[in-house]
């Protein structure tokens, strides 16, 4: 397995909606970690890519999980035909060769997990392999970026203020309607005006957080709708499949949402 095969071969499309990317730019021109901060389903890791792209280097993403062990991300030992070998993780494997790291919705892992990143984000950029009795030094490439959602924050999934505090950081939200039409557009290959329902029925939605959703349609639902319209479905069905549906189970909430497809549709 060589680094060669994260290099992402073509430019993936993203719409900046303000200075994000020159601060990346900056921020990895310091070698500095980042944190992207953003509802779900915003652009976070469309934008790592995007840049990941632009900068020329490898991207190794880590879609993190409650379940995530420490040696998930550095690496253990395994044992093969000729015995027992070292298997270096994502992490590592970015740490040795200069790669970005990503590491998607942190929050998620334990925080006995997330402990291991503390090393790489200060000026010791170091990563102990503690079963392998190795130090391994950072490659000068290499760069930590972890996105977090905080809307999903509670006392059992947060960041510890001991990891917040080592990161630069960036807020996302939703583009403005008139970007977000044109990404949705563009991205499901449909017309201008369902693209501009869509967005509406997205923006009327959002107004519903925290009246019975936790979070609003994001524009990565959009973009599923627009797909299914494609196909041929009609705007009512593709909404009611690739938005109301996924998005919440109690009836009030759907007949309300209903009613806000047939008044935009």
Request: proline letters at 0%; glycine letters at 10%.
């Given at each position: 397995m060589t680094i060669d095969q994260y290099r992402l071969e073509e430019e993936p499309t993203y719409h900046p909606s303000g200075d994000e990317v020159a601060f990346y730019e900056s921020a990895y021109a310091a070698r500095l970690p980042v944190m992207l901060k953003g509802p779900t389903g915003c652009g976070k890791t469309r934008f790592v890519e995007h840049m990941a792209w632009r900068l020329g280097k490898p991207l190794?993403?880590?879609?993190?999980h409650e379940d995530m062990t420490a040696s998930d991300l550095v690496g253990r030992f395994l044992l093969g035909p000729e015995g027992t070998h070292w298997q270096d993780g994502p992490l590592t494997m970015a740490v040795r060769h200069g790669a970005i790291c990503y590491l998607d919705e942190v929050v998620e892992a334990r925080q006995d997990t997330t402990v291991v990143i503390h090393s790489l984000t200060d000026d010791r950029r170091i990563l102990p392999l503690e079963k392998k009795g190795e130090l391994v030094h950072a490659h000068p490439d290499f760069q930590l970026v972890i996105s977090y959602n905080p809307g999903y924050q509670s006392v059992l999934k947060d960041l510890k203020e001991s990891t917040k505090q080592r990161f630069s950081a960036v807020d996302f939200t939703y583009p403005m309607a008139s970007v977000e039409a044109s990404i949705v557009a563009s991205e499901a290959d449909i017309a201008a005006d369902i693209a501009d329902k869509l967005v509406k029925i997205a923006e009327k939605s959002r107004h519903l957080r925290g009246q019975g959703l936790e979070?609003?349609?994001?524009?990565?639902?959009?973009?599923?709708?627009?797909?299914?319209i494609k196909t041929g479905m009609t705007l009512t069905d593709a909404c009611k499949h690739a938005i109301i549906v996924p998005i919440t189970d109690d009836p009030d909430m759907r007949g309300a949402l209903d009613a806000v497809v047939d008044a935009c549709a």
């Open positions: 190794i993403t880590v879609s993190c979070e609003g349609a994001s524009t990565r639902m959009l973009i599923h709708a627009g797909r299914l």
